[in-house]
């Protein structure tokens, strides 16, 4: 039954990417968004492979991380020096990215691989495993 469930999950994924390639014309918000973290969430648990999740979701995790060390960082050289100091241009990632003058659709191909490419690596290491 997991197998069906992440078939249809895929599936979805494909089909609402498939249809609203760039420009976007629907957004999935955080409902979709984690609702579809949640089941995945659950497969993994459900798997026993939840190390898996951090090697697929490392786009997703640098993201998050960006945003950390930037608050972080900001915060304590603010108190240091009185003068808070920025790591990145803008966080999260992408945004950074764009600022260095990268277009919307070669940051979001570029995400795409690297992520393709966690996740032949976490494929790889559930073999291995």
Same mark, same amino acid.
């Given at each position: ?14 089909? =609402? ?42 786009? =997703? ?5 960006? @945003? @950390? ?18 790591? =990145? ?7 950074? =990215? ?8 070669? @940051? @979001? ?21």
């Amino acid at each position: 039954e997991l197998g069906i469930l992440a078939l249809a999950i895929t599936g979805s994924c494909l089909g =609402f990417l498939w249809y609203n390639s760039h420009p976007a014309k629907i957004f999935m918000g955080d409902t979709g968004a984690l609702g579809l973290g949640g089941v995945i969430g659950a497969i993994a648990i459900l798997l026993k492979a939840e190390f898996f999740l951090a090697i697929v979701g490392g786009v =997703f995790i640098a993201e998050v991380l960006s @945003v @950390v060390f930037q608050v972080g960082f900001f915060r304590y050289t603010r108190a240091k020096s009185g003068t808070g100091k920025k790591i =990145f241009r803008m966080a999260p990632l992408h945004h950074h =990215f764009e600022e260095l003058g990268w277009t919307e659709s070669k @940051v @979001v191909v570029r995400f795409w691989v690297l992520g393709i490419m966690c996740a032949m690596v976490a494929l790889s290491a559930l073999k291995i495993r």
